[in-house]
């Protein structure tokens, strides 16, 4: 069966502390596996798209990373403002043309001034 | 108004009623979904529209009702939902009918079912 689990399930940082949160994934061929940012009371925010193993993406402070079972995505030297809930999927090869993915719990992240 | 956006944000409805939930996408996608988000839960994509065309029903049970009229707007229809209906439902787009490509969220309706 097909799963995404995220890990640690909280993470409370200060400012300034690096870290990074894990995607670990089984999926029958993966397509591509995606992270998006989640603030309460909205939608999730694309992040990231990641194809295929060794591929590393890099926005501001964030920087994704891919290997075969699993993903990482590290905060370097966060600030309040990265608090939210950050949500891994995943799409597998089968799904054809239906776009579906395949999403883990998130892990919300707080960061302290 | 950019981006997709969703109608209404927070409904509370009895479990004899029918409602429905709008979302319109204005970044010129073919593809559109609908996903329930529950408390503790991960996201569970529910359905999938390409070019109007539903290819995708996730199991869903038959009081929600989804409609696609075009590419830009896309409907979910409510009628004697359960308590346990109660979640955030959102709208999200992409474009290609092979998705490949990244998805993109509305904001969200938050349903409460009493």
């Known amino acids: 069966e097909d799963q995404v689990t995220q890990s640690p399930e909280a993470l409370r940082l200060q400012e300034g502390e690096s870290s990074s949160l894990n995607c670990s994934y089984t999926v029958s061929g993966l397509r591509g596996l995606f992270w998006y940012r989640q603030d309460p009371g909205k939608g999730p925010e694309f992040l990231f798209t990641l194809y295929s193993a060794g591929e590393e993406k890099e926005k501001e402070r964030l920087k994704a990373t891919l290997t075969k079972k699993e993903s990482f995505l590290h905060i370097t030297a966060p600030k309040p403002e990265d608090s939210a809930t950050y949500l891994c999927a995943v799409q597998a090869a089968y799904s054809g043309n239906t776009g579906k993915l395949i999403f883990g719990q998130g892990t919300t992240l707080q960061v302290k001034p | 108004e950019t981006g997709v956006t969703q109608t209404p944000r927070h409904l509370v409805m009895g479990m004899t009623n029918k409602k429905s939930l709008k979302c319109e996408q204005h970044l010129g996608h073919n593809a559109m979904y609908w996903y329930k988000q529950s408390a503790k839960k991960p996201l569970e994509l529910m359905f999938v529209?390409?070019?109007?065309?539903?290819?995708e029903n996730n199991s869903v049970p038959s009081r929600f009702s989804p409609e696609c009229p075009n590419s830009s707007h896309l409907f979910l229809h409510l009628h004697t939902l359960q308590p346990e209906d109660s979640a955030l439902y959102l709208c999200?787009?992409?474009?290609?009918?092979?998705?490949?490509?990244?998805?993109?969220f509305g904001p969200g309706t938050r349903l409460t079912v009493l």
């Open positions: 999200a787009s992409s474009q290609g009918r092979v998705a490949y490509n990244e998805q993109f």
């Open positions: 529209y390409s070019l109007e065309e539903r290819v």
